[in-house]
């Protein structure tokens, strides 16, 4: 859930954590995800190339294409055609080879090769896009015929960015977090205003997405200045975030929001009662505010009240609430400005979910931390964690 992956805003081609990516998929036997609007090619085997944790359960692709997802299955956002809750990963039904997942709440999505996205779990909102309220334990077809790129799933909603640059958004909207300038439900996707969009985020009751020329939008609730326009004022639309820094990369969190500069700057902006800016100190910012200087990060992700990032080396950093263990750094501690993921583990990829978070090694294992009661740390057990554990893939 949140997660942002480093996609090129300025046409450079592949971004250093894309090429990373590709280097570890290729490694793997194949390259599947594409990546500053590459397409995918063939897929290959079983290893792992991407994650995505939601709020109470976690999902992962091969590099065949093939998804496993773990955890919390009250909903069916698993995908394997139960309702059973597992803590050990589990196919999700079907034989489609997919190119990107996302967890979210209570539901999942997730784009297939031929750009159809697919979604699963629970639908009273609207939120899998299939013209009806009605979940479904195995993945169901999003209506439209609309060839996406990417799709990110969140609370009680779902967006996604088609492969001709236009922005769609489904499900509930009752703090206009759909963008759609109405305060209704969506039961199928809705374009947003026209732009050439290239990435979109999804946190609680707001959502970012990224143009192009590196500008970033906010829409939704705002009382605690997610949207980053200086004021605390709520939207239905669009609004551009008041940064003159170009992005190339925009998460969108509770109640906060981050981006990406293209030189690798982290600058934040929202709620930080608890330190989830990671500015060193406590306080809404309605603004953006740049976030560890001395840190230079290639990827980003936002979960409910916490974040992480990773650095060209690999290295994994985490701020924010930390009273499960979800930054992974040994302690219960919150922390106002990032710490180290402790281990030896060097990163490529890092999903922040609820109160939970995994990472992507360049070995091609999963790992997770945090909240685990629910056994969305995929390791076996149902309890909660303080430092990373490998995930138990089975082919």
Known sequence: MRYVRDTSTLGRGL???????????ALLGGLVLS???EHPT???????FAVSAGSEHTCALAANGSARCWGRNTFGQLGDGTTTTTALPVRVEGDRSYQSVSAGVNHTCAVALDGAAYCWGE?????????????SSVPVAVTGGIAFQDVRASTEGTCGVSRDGRLYCWGTSNGGQLGTGSGDDALAPVALQSNEWISVSVGRQHACALTASGTALCWGVNSHGALGDGTTRSGDVPVRVADPLQARAVAAGGGRSCTLTVSDRLRCWGSNDRGQLGL??????LLPVAVADSLSFVSLA??????????????AYCWGLNFLGQLGDGSLDDADSPVSVAGEAQFVEIS??????????????IWCWGFGRFGQLGDGEMQDRVTPVRVMLAP
């Open 15 to 25: 971004t250093r954590t894309c090429r990373l990516r590709s280097l570890v998929r």
């Open 35 to 37: 990546c500053g609007g």
């Open 42 to 48: 063939a897929p290959s085997d079983d290893a792992p």
């Open 123 to 135: 639908g009273a909102a609207g939120q899998l896009g299939t013209g009806t309220r009605e979940g």
């Open 280 to 285: 060193g100190v406590t306080g809404d910012r």
């Open 302 to 315: 936002l979960g409910g009240e916490h974040g992480c990032g990773i650095t060209a080396g690999g290295v």
């Open 352 to 365: 922040a979910g609820a109160a939970h978070t995994c990472g992507l090694s360049v070995d091609g294992a």
